[in-house]
């Protein structure tokens, strides 16, 4: 029975983290999608990747996300860029451009 319990709340805890993630990745992809229409880069395959996960305290855990995604200046290369999230807020992204790096600090 206690097993039994125990599977439940497994299963709950992993479909609430499942749908928070989700949400977290939609809006990387809105962020990253304006990011890229602003340094006039084409967002390739308009997706991002959840690169990591880990835990921090600060004033109580908070889940920190890392993100990559592709983009491409010019249509021929591929480059990466880079999203962290710590609990609800941004703490960057990263491009890298022919004209210098565009790094966002929270939003």
């Not at 983290?17 to 880069?41: I, K, M, N, P, T």
């Not at 109580?60 to 480059?79: M, V």
């Not at 609800?88 to 929270?106: K, S």
């Amino acid at each position: 029975m206690i097993w039994q319990f125990g599977l439940l709340l497994l299963l709950a805890l992993g479909g609430m983290s499942f749908a928070y993630l989700r949400q977290d990745a939609e809006r990387v992809l809105r962020l990253v999608a304006h990011s890229c229409r602003r340094a006039g880069l084409q967002w390739l395959d308009q997706s991002v990747q959840l690169q990591g996960l880990s835990l921090r305290w600060r004033s109580g855990p908070l889940l920190r996300r890392d993100y990559r995604f592709a983009y491409s200046g010019d249509g021929q290369g591929r480059h990466y860029g880079y999203v962290r999230l710590e609990g609800p807020e941004l703490l960057w992204l990263f491009i890298e451009t022919d004209q210098g790096a565009v790094y966002l600090e929270g939003q």
